[in-house]
């Protein structure tokens, strides 16, 4: 679409703020805005989408979280313009100059997100029956997959010369295993530990968290944009597809992500069950099994391409390893000492009754 027809077919809609265009410039879902009174983002988005968007910047704005891209209400007082199947509304372009290195950028983010968690945080009702449903689907399922590599592995030992995949798998069977049994393990800690309870907390979730959506404005402050996809849920659901993005990548210690998180946790700390949850999530190995299952269903098997991603999938299945065991050490540590802070006081109050 050139210059003239973008004018013609955005025009009328900015009409709806008072903004003549001048130019517009194509970021596929978002438009630059050069106009009368200054640059501008116009951002379309499906309908169906729109209504839990519109009710959940209005709910935030009311909670007073101002870290939201500003969305500019129309003449009328509407954030939104519908036009067909799509529903637009207008920002301001924000310069989004990288004024802080890479770990303050993600400080800030995970700074903003803990305050945007705890503004939105609310209790809601747990259905007992429909729990235990999904906890005892959730166990099938990891024993089942448990079954499959077990299985496999034997169907390859069997072999007098093996694939290179299934080489690879079986030099990667432990670790698939450990990863495995460990996610079960903290899934039952987690049941066990909240099987009578009928309520959970739930926030809103940006749903798409990443820096690439954490944008800066020209004195530093950032502010969250791809709002679309909030929603009402567990806190964890921000931070497990941060995590699966990020970590897919070459293996190494990843430190900074320590440091984010727990960044995040002072401002709004998981409880108990909720982090044996996210730790369940996110030690299960779901990558590697699905590539390991498409092998096996495979009839003509590309084996190089295969053997690529197990390669890949096993990089962010050790990437994931060190996070959930630095995040373990630390909550035991943690743990620990507040007992040995309790038992202390607890000795210090005897000692003073007896004296």
Known sequence: MNTQNRLQQFAPILQNYSVQPHFIEDFGKVQRVYSDKGVFALKKIPIHQGTEFIKNVHFLYQKGFN????????????????????????????????????????EQLFRELARLHTLSVSEVKINKEEKEQHYEESLHH??????????????????????????????YYNDIFQALKFSRNKMKDWYEQTKEDEKARAVIIHGKISTEHFLFDERGY????NFENSRKGSP??????????????YPKKQEDYINWFYTYFKYFPLKDEEMLLFLSYLAHPGPILRTVEQYHKAEKKNERKFVQQLQRDYWLLKNTEYIVMRIEEIERQKKQAQAEAQAQAQAQAQNGAQS
């Open 142 to 171: 990891l024993e089942t997959q448990n079954e499959f590599i077990e299985g496999f592995i034997d169907e390859c030992e069997t072999r007098w010369y093996m694939s290179p995949f299934e080489l690879l798998f079986c030099l």
């Open 236 to 249: 964890i659901h921000d931070l497990l597809p941060f995590l699966s993005r990020s970590l897919n990548t």
């Open 67 to 106: 870290r939201i891209v500003p969305i500019y209400p129309t003449i009328d007082g509407r954030y939104a313009v519908l036009d067909k199947k799509y529903l637009y509304y207008l920002m301001p372009w924000l310069p989004n100059e990288e004024k802080e290195n890479r770990s303050k950028r993600h």
């Open 222 to 225: 950032g502010y969250f944009s």
